[in-house]
């Protein structure tokens, strides 16, 4: 496959940026919907796996490759299956947001305690949903630091979701947390972190030239709007959005545009064959 080319003047500087130099490049990427196809169970969520062989072999190339999830760390390397994986010893993922850490060469994930304000909504979230008559066709995504209501099952996704919308709103403002809304999902989760900001501490610790993001869903706009910062504090910089028909923003606002998870695999590869 050839390397898609970005239709902005900004992207395509980026992109150029990115093959002239890449070890001063940092390849980063959301998981689900990006790397892992979307499926009706989050837990049975698999990053592609030609998406994991390109990157094992573009990585050795650049600087870094990150993940930015708001799954956790220790969830999204499992469900990647990227440990050990020869050729991705620059691996570094961002769970929750970039409050946990895993590293490719430690193995380890590092976290902050669970804000108080979590273990209040896990105890009252059920409540809420039986209230609402919508505890049996919604699912319930622990993530310990955060936790995700899921509509996609419902027989009614989008009038499930935007039944959620106000109640889950005073839920986390009543505990402090806010709520991050998804593809058929709201997560109420702790304030002080998006991926624009795990992001760009990330790329200001590696003293990233060039960055390339690829994203699927609005959590992903954060990362878009640092992208685009960054463009204007010298770091070049490309936005992939991996297409969807359920979620149109990040294509309006992407440099690059493929078609879902297989696309974003070919476009890593064609970025390996190029470097």
Known sequence: ?????????????????????????????????????????PEAAR????????????????DA?????????????????????????????????????WDAVSGRVHAPDVPPGVDAVRALLPGVLSGLGLWETTWTEDKGSALAVHTRRAADPQGALDALRAPLAALAHDHGLV???????LELRPAGMDKGQALTAFLAERGARSVLFAGDDLGDLA???????????????VTVCSGSAEVSELAERADVVVDGPPGVAALL???????
């Open 223 to 237: 990362a878009f709007d640092a992208v685009e910062r960054l463009r204007g504090e010298g770091v070049a910089g």
């Open 1 to 41: 496959m050839e390397l898609p080319q970005p239709t902005t003047p900004a992207g395509k500087a980026g992109l150029t940026a990115l093959l002239d130099d890449p070890s001063g490049a940092v390849v980063a990427l959301d998981f689900d919907g990006t790397l892992a196809p979307i499926v009706d169970d």
């Open 65 to 101: 490759v990150v993940i930015v999830t708001g799954r956790p760390a220790a969830v999204a390397v499992a469900y990647g299956r990227f440990a050990g994986v020869p050729g991705l010893d620059r691996l570094v993922v961002l769970g929750h947001y970039g409050l946990e850490r």
């Open 269 to 275: 590869a064609a970025l390996a064959d190029a470097v």
């Open 179 to 185: 709520v991050e809304p998804g593809r058929y999902v």
């Open 47 to 62: 990053a592609d796996t030609d998406a994991v062989l390109a990157l094992s072999r573009l990585s050795p190339h650049l």
